[in-house]
């Protein structure tokens, strides 16, 4: 059985997701859909998040040629460690690929080409963090072992004391400050955030309550 994920209230194209029923497809469970011209719609889980159907069949009904129509992967994520989120297509392209807008767990706003989303390819962002593949040198991380460790020496804070506020399990913590892996999504973004770091108004907010905590 496929394991159940919530839904509900979520958009995909033009049909929201209302709620799970009974039935299954190939294992997937089918959702009760709404369409934005009114009607409802039985749609698996996999073709929603695929984006295969994005209606009740009115898109098509409305574009009987619709094979050129963009295929909807907002909301998704990307990259090695899914720091890339989809917001939505523009109208630019790219090698006859549909440019994304699309938003880095650092805060950051990047262009990027549909099929390099899809492909695999290494996405930079300008916080320094590789996504995807790597090709070549990586560029250099925004948070340095050594910088980590001074971090928590000003904090105070003990390794497991800080894995325990980043909400990851001690080693973790280790393995950053002696470089076997790099800080990446929500944990980066407070430590940028307590070292002082400009970030967006919006990443402010989201690090808000842990920085807090941090500094009692």
């Known amino acids: 059985m496929s394991t159940a994920k919530n839904l509900t209230g979520q958009r995909f194209g033009r049909l929201v997701a209302i709620e799970p029923t009974n039935e299954r497809r190939c294992t997937f469970i ?7 011209c009114g009607r409802e719609h039985l749609v698996t889980t996999n073709a929603l998040q695929q984006g295969t159907i994005r209606s009740c069949g009115c898109l098509k009904r409305e574009h009987p040629n619709a094979a050129h129509l963009i295929k909807d992967i907002s909301g998704r994520r990307f990259g090695r460690n899914r720091e890339i989120e989809v917001i939505r297509p523009t109208d630019q392209r790219s090698k006859s690929s549909v440019v994304w807008e699309c938003r880095c767990d ?10 390099r989303l899809t492909g695999g390819d290494v996405m930079f962002c300008t916080c320094g963090l590789s996504h995807g593949k790597v090709r070549g040198a990586p560029r250099k991380h925004p948070l340095a072992p050594d910088d980590i460790k001074e971090l928590r020496r000003q904090l105070g804070l003990t390794q497991r004391q800080l894995a325990e506020l980043l909400n990851v399990v001690p080693y973790i913590v280790s393995n950053w400050e002696t470089g076997k892996h790099r800080a990446t999504g ?31």
């Open 106 to 115: 650092c805060g950051n706003i990047l262009m990027i080409a549909s099929n």
């Open 30 to 36: 089918v959702w009760r859909c709404s369409c934005d």
């Open 186 to 216: 929500t944990a980066l973004l407070v430590m940028r955030c307590l070292r002082g770091d400009p970030m967006p108004p919006v990443e402010n907010q989201l690090v808000c309550t842990i920085e807090c905590a941090i500094r009692k």
